[in-house]
């Protein structure tokens, strides 16, 4: 059973009782109930008197090592798995492997700034609480399963519940699932960014029934998490691959179609692997564009191994999208035959967005003979014209909180993170703008000029590697991140003063240039998203040698720029 304390539990292994309660007190804002044990032989009385959420151990102890203490509580029966930190001036290859080994979450080295370690045990305190909750609700799933009557039905309502959490409705966006039997294995699931970009997935896990659902449960709840964080595509993919490869059965994979749709550029991105060709219909051309698959279904291949390069299409005036599972071109007739792809995309050329569903069904019924189908099928159809028609649209009188606001936030060395910086921005927009569309175009701001700080300013990474190569930018990137060091920071500043949102961001590289005078090729800059950042603001400048970017944006009315 999971710790049912309604305040969570810490314990602190210190033999320096100055240093722990200087570590308890800088801990105490987190809202958490702190015990110290400053000995082996206090730490094994604590641990066995009481359950703890968190446990920070360190390594040199009057009467033994931490290491003692890990290997102790390895051994011992306990209801729950504390998240536990090691703290040690050792950094010795085996020592910290064993380490690991034994349960740890994170390993820091002495001396660790305060501040920092708050940070991160604010952080793995975070992720400790998600893993609690999905633990806990696997647990009530197992149990709901275990039910004799009602099981079924139960978690089939969970399923069905969960899904409609995540999910974001899409102007244009029609789509339809039949299930083979009580649960389907094919998922659709739209989600809307913090940028106002539109994600979606059209999913057809392994097997039928509530098995193929169960894979796909963690593909939802990765989903939901890493747009709300605003991750790209290619990153979303790469971690519900992950997720599924370490988590699912050999046996078990996800076929799966994701696109993301920019408003503002008119891009769509879209990865598909292992699912029929999504659509590019025409309404006088037909079918102009086949998005075929490129990579192998979610789950298959490992990290290092996996592909995350997206196709992009830029989207016209017209047209919709179109995407089915292969349940539906795999459906067999009376005498065997599958069903006809050519006469497929006949209909789907022919139909409007409203009735191509409809007349799609019409196909597959008239197909079978309206027998039970062999497979679960779902189809989607979608008019991002009509969905970028609102997420572009700037009202004509933005409603914010009165006054005059500031905000100011800086992040430095190990502490440094894009996606940290723009959940704390997130939070403040959502604070001060009551308009969707506002938060959006200002978080859209923001995270162009944080992601530049960040890639190119702070690890000096090339955008045209990205293009390149996607996973040497990976790989660089993440080479980058491990020697990030104190001297390398970013500071996001904010203020609300007579009807302008101004924002500035800084950071600790050498700027875009290398000299003044080449500021004045900002504008002809590519894969910096300079000219989005232009369009969506009424201001927009950079400071020679280009560290330091402020962009205004006005909360009455439209863009004077435009």
Same mark, same amino acid.
């Given at each position: ?51 703890? &959420? ?14 003692? +203490?890990?290997?102790?509580? %390895?051994?011992?029966?306990? *209801?729950? &798995? ?30 660790? #700034? ?11 305190? *975070? ?10 609700? =696997? ?21 069905? %519940?969960?899904?409609?959490? !995540? ?10 699932? =039949?299930? @083979? ?6 998922? +659709? ?28 449960? #963690? ?11 605003? !991750? ?20 078990? !994979? ?14 769509? &991105? ?114 991002? *014209? ?8 700037? #009202? ?7 006054? @005059? ?62 293009? *390149? ?94």
């Amino acid at each position: 059973m999971l710790n049912q304390q309604s305040v969570e539990h810490m314990l602190i292994i210190e033999d320096d009782p100055s240093l722990s309660t200087s570590m308890s007190e800088v801990l105490a804002e987190i809202g958490i109930v702190i015990d110290q044990a400053h000995s082996c032989q206090d730490a094994y009385q604590f641990l066995t008197d009481r359950q703890y &959420d968190l446990i920070l151990l360190d390594n040199q102890l009057g009467d033994g090592e931490g290491i003692d +203490v890990l290997r102790w509580f %390895h051994d011992q029966p306990h *209801e729950t &798995d504390p998240a536990i930190i090691m703290i040690s001036e050792s950094d010795e290859q085996h020592y910290v492997e064993e380490c690991y080994s034994l349960g740890i979450v994170d390993f820091l080295r002495k001396p660790k #700034p305060l501040p920092l370690l708050l940070i991160k045990v604010r952080k793995i305190l *975070e992720s400790h609480r998600l893993k609690q909750k999905a633990v806990a609700n =696997q647990i009530s799933m197992n149990l709901m399963l275990s039910q004799m009557d009602n099981e079924q039905q139960m978690a089939r309502f969970i399923y069905q %519940h969960l899904h409609q959490s !995540f999910h974001d409705d899409i102007e244009g966006l029609e789509s339809y699932i =039949q299930p @083979h039997s009580l649960f389907s294995g094919d998922m +659709v699931m739209t989600c809307i960014g913090p940028n106002g970009h539109c994600f979606g997935l059209m999913a057809d896990a392994t097997g039928h029934g509530l098995a193929a659902a169960l894979t796909m449960m #963690p593909v939802l709840t990765v989903m939901h998490t890493m747009v709300v964080k605003g !991750f790209s595509l290619g990153l979303i993919a790469r971690e519900i691959n992950r997720k599924v490869n370490e988590e699912s059965p050999d046996d078990r !994979f996800v076929a799966a179609i994701l696109f993301e749709m920019d408003p503002h550029r008119r891009t769509l &991105d879209v990865w598909n692997g292992g699912m029929p060709p999504a659509l590019w219909v025409d309404p006088d051309k037909g079918i102009v564009q086949r998005f075929a698959s490129r990579h192998l279904p979610l789950g298959i291949l490992d990290k290092d191994a996996f592909d995350g390069m997206v196709e992009t299409f830029s989207i016209p005036n017209t047209g919709h999208l179109v995407a089915y599972s292969d349940g539906l071109v795999e459906q067999r007739n009376s005498i065997g035959e599958p069903l006809s792809q050519q006469e497929l995309e006949r209909v789907v050329e022919l139909s409007t967005p409203g009735q191509l569903i409809y007349h799609c069904l019409e196909l597959l019924t008239h197909h079978t003979d309206d027998e039970n189908l062999d497979d679960d099928v779902s189809l989607m159809s979608w008019v991002p *014209e009509e969905a970028i028609a609102r997420l572009v649209r700037v #009202p004509n009188q933005t409603q914010y909180t009165p006054g @005059h606001s500031k905000w100011q936030y800086c992040l430095k060395g190990k502490a440094l993170s894009a996606d940290s910086i723009m959940e704390m921005a997130n939070k403040v927009l959502r604070r001060w703008l009551v308009s969707l569309e506002t938060q959006q175009r200002a978080y859209t701001v923001i995270a162009e000029l944080v992601n530049n700080a960040f890639d190119h300013g702070c690890l000096g990474v090339s955008s045209n590697l990205k293009i *390149e190569d996607f996973e040497l930018y990976l790989n660089a990137r993440q080479t980058a991140i491990e020697n990030l060091s104190d001297d390398d920071w970013i500071q996001v500043c904010l203020s609300m003063v007579d009807n302008q949102l101004n924002i500035e961001v800084k950071d600790s590289g050498d700027g875009y240039f290398g000299k003044e005078s080449a500021i004045s090729k900002l504008n002809g800059l590519s894969g910096r998203g300079i000219g989005l950042i232009r369009a969506l603001s009424s201001d927009f400048v950079v400071d020679p040698p280009g560290n330091v970017a402020r962009s205004t944006l006005s909360l009455i009315g439209q863009d004077s720029n435009e």
